[in-house]
């Protein structure tokens, strides 16, 4: 199991000790609407719902496991975000934590912009529609041809992450005969997550040019020299799940001096300062996320305490959440196979799914809770760990969790706040069938992600 804590990651760090769970909920049948998409509730019979739809009938229809998204939370965060931030600051839904066509365009009608990191990204936002100037381009190591289709799609800003990129995305400018919008990533030395977060000179990752040591200065200097790029700002993000908004306010101060620097030696005020995303979600009726409303007043008045203090006009903000605005809306839903109890320690509950649908337990040390849901129970309650069907004994789904005494083989459980870094992460491991992801809404469900099928695989191996 890793432990390395990767600032630039979708990590979920862990910073309760080994073995820690809390003392069981005083109602297991509960649903804590902190970790729960907004729709989420039980009807009469104590069956869950999402968009008023039972999860036995989606179970029947849909199979399991599958990932149930409610729109209606999904538009709402992202509506949500859109408001908080108003005209004067730009939202970038980060796609690597779910994308598929049918989000695009619901943040397409909601008005926000799109992150890709990977040609494939970039295919899925164009094919469904997304304007190209709305979409930004990132990753520590683009292509060719993926800079290329972007430059050539048009998309509103490049990000760039070397040296190298920054030449080579120039050049493909060039010889288009076009100017690319560029932003220059840079890293700043602030390690956040969750509870914490570490302020050093040096920050040791692939992503970004340092600003340490004046390479994000040169990196500047490069760019500006370049008949082929637009430099309209600076690019920082500093983690994941966090939800102490220090970190920002640090890597603010130093981006801010940077803008500084850039205005006294080239007398350019650059228009743009991306913050990047890394807000927290509630995984664990623990967690205490910001809201939008909060996180929007809080990093506008870093920026612009900062930049008063340095006298330079405040530039336009942008924020990349992606967790923050998928995360919640989802769950997983699985059916439970097998009832393992280990005496002395916990009972084992096996799962028809697990790390080939959600890695991040495995990866991350993630925390998630559990719930029964095709039916209530006033069962004594048993600590349990959820594990999937792979063979790896790290393949967990829930690490310490209580579920009623009387769980038995064909309950369905499910696993909220799945939304993030579950499906876009999933694998074939032991030629596993990803899931499907079915939108709900309003009392209809739809898929939005097929199930993969056992064709799907044998397309693949020609033989
Ligand atoms: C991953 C990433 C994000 C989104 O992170 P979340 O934790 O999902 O909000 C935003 N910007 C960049 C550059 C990223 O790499």
Not at 65 to 94: I, K, M, S
Not at 117 to 143: D, Q, V, W, Y
Not at 408 to 422: K, M, N, R, S
Request: aromatic fraction near 6%; charge should be negative.
């Amino acid at each position: 199991m890793s432990r390395s804590a990767h600032p630039a990651g979708p990590r979920h760090a862990d910073v309760l000790p080994e073995g820690h769970y809390s003392a069981p909920p005083t109602d297991l049948n509960a649903l804590d609407a902190k970790v729960w998409a907004e729709t989420v509730t039980r009807d009469e019979d104590g069956v869950v719902t999402v968009g008023g739809i039972d999860v036995k009938r989606l179970a029947e229809e849909y199979g399991t496991p599958a990932y149930f998204l409610d729109e209606q939370d999904f538009r709402a965060r992202a509506r949500d975000w859109r408001t908080a931030f108003g005209n004067e600051a730009d939202v970038f839904y980060a796609g690597k934590a779910f994308l598929s066509r049918a989000v695009v365009r619901w943040l397409d009608e909601e008005g926000l912009n799109l992150d890709v990191c990977s040609g494939g990204e970039l295919a899925t936002a164009l094919s469904a529609g997304m304007p190209a100037e709305r979409i930004a381009f990132h990753g520590n190591n683009k292509s060719a041809g993926e800079i290329r289709r972007a430059v050539e799609a048009g998309v509103g800003r490049i990000v760039l992450d070397s040296f190298q990129e920054i030449v080579r995305v120039a050049h493909v400018a060039r010889e288009l005969g076009t100017r690319q919008r560029v932003q220059i990533r840079i890293t700043v030395g602030v390690e956040a997550h969750t509870h914490e977060f570490i302020a050093t000179a040096h920050e040791d990752q692939k992503f970004g040019i340092p600003l340490a040591g004046g390479q994000a200065a040169e990196a500047v200097r490069r760019a500006l020299q370049l008949d082929g790029l637009e430099l309209i700002g600076i690019h920082s993000h500093i983690g994941s799940q966090i939800f102490d908004m220090s970190g920002f306010e640090v890597a603010a101060h130093r981006v801010v001096g940077l803008l500084k620097d850039i205005r006294d030696e080239h007398g350019v005020e650059l228009p743009e300062i991306d913050l990047g995303g890394g807000l927290g979600i509630a995984y664990t009726s623990d967690d205490d996320p910001r809201e939008p409303y909060e996180i929007a007043k809080t990093l506008t008045e870093i920026v612009t305490r900062e930049c008063d203090a340095a006298r330079l006009t405040t530039p336009r903000i942008s924020v990349e959440p992606g967790r923050a605005i998928v995360g919640p809306t989802a769950f997983t839903l699985y059916e439970v196979g097998t009832v393992k109890p280990l005496d002395g320690l916990r009972t084992y509950v096996s799962v028809d799914g697990g790390m080939s649908d959600n890695i991040r337990t495995a990866l991350y040390d993630a925390e998630y809770s559990v719930a029964l849901a095709s039916r209530v129970s006033d069962a004594e309650p048993m600590l349990c760990r959820v594990v999937g069907k792979h063979c790896e004994s790290g393949d967990i789904v829930v690490k310490d969790a209580f579920l009623p005494g009387d769980l038995a083989p064909g309950d369905l459980i499910a696993v909220p706040a799945t939304g993030a870094y579950c499906r876009s992460m999933a694998s074939n491991y032991n030629h596993a069938l990803r899931p499907p992801v079915v939108a709900v809404r309003d009392g209809e469900a739809r898929v939005i992600v097929r199930r993969e099928t056992e064709e799907d695989l044998l397309r693949l191996d020609v033989g």
